[in-house]
């Protein structure tokens, strides 16, 4: 079975500073079909459903803005965000669906 | 654009049954595999079960074995999930997948 391992569980940053999460599969989520890691990002706000903001480990999803963005391949991954924004204060879970659906524990962005 | 709309859930009591379905749009049904999530209040999301295009194989997490079924209507571009003998543990919104996309959620509460 696969475990997806987030870190940090919960994250302060500054207004405008980088903010990094980390991913990490038990297995490899590489797809060999289309040589394509099967590894999304979600952003979940209060009483929301959760928000795709990354597929395909790094493929933005339209509308989402670029300070966002998704790295890594195989077994680590990691979201950034580049500049934060107050709009950004929400909980991020990482989710492979390379075989089934397995998520991250979560990671809770708030401003320092 | 991929569309998936929820419906079904409501309050149950300990117990009782419900039958929620999915409808979808904007992408081939017949040829995804398709999946239900669940969020239980506070906690991050747990796959439940997902099925594969034609139906022939299904798959579900240990707590809900014996007590829920998937299915699928290819031709009508529907998914269900029947839940029977609901606990208050199975509280949660309900979510239908087409990985990694997601549906806006239906709420399941099973209370006396």
């Known amino acids: 079975d696969f475990v997806m391992t987030q870190s940090p569980d919960s994250l302060a940053v500054s207004l405008g500073e980088r903010a990094t999460i980390n991913c990490k599969s038990s297995?490899?989520?590489?797809?060999?079909?289309?040589?394509?890691?099967?590894l999304a990002w979600y952003q979940q706000k209060p009483g929301q459903p959760p928000r795709l903001l990354i597929y395909w480990a790094s493929t933005r999803e339209s509308g989402v803005p670029d300070r966002f963005s998704g790295s890594g391949s195989g077994t680590d991954f990691t979201l950034t965000i580049s500049s934060l924004q107050a709009e950004d204060v929400a909980v991020y879970y990482c989710h492979q669906y390379y075989s089934g659906l397995t998520f991250g524990g979560g990671t809770k962005v708030e401003i320092k | 654009e991929v569309q998936l709309v929820e419906s079904g859930g409501g309050l149950v009591q300990p117990g009782g049954s419900l039958r929620l379905s999915c409808a979808a749009s904007g992408f081939t049904f017949s040829n995804s595999w398709m999946a239900w999530v669940r969020q239980a209040p506070g906690k991050g999301p747990e796959w439940v079960a997902n099925i594969k295009p034609d139906g022939s194989e299904k798959y579900y997490v240990d707590s809900v074995k014996g007590r829920f079924t998937i299915s699928r209507d290819n031709a009508n571009n529907s998914l269900f999930l029947q839940m029977n003998s609901l606990r208050a543990e199975d509280t949660a919104v309900y979510y239908c997948?087409?990985?990694?996309?997601w549906g806006q959620g239906t709420l399941v509460t099973v209370s006396s």
């Open positions: 297995q490899s989520v590489l797809y060999s079909f289309n040589n394509k890691n099967s």
């Open positions: 997948i087409v990985a990694p996309r």
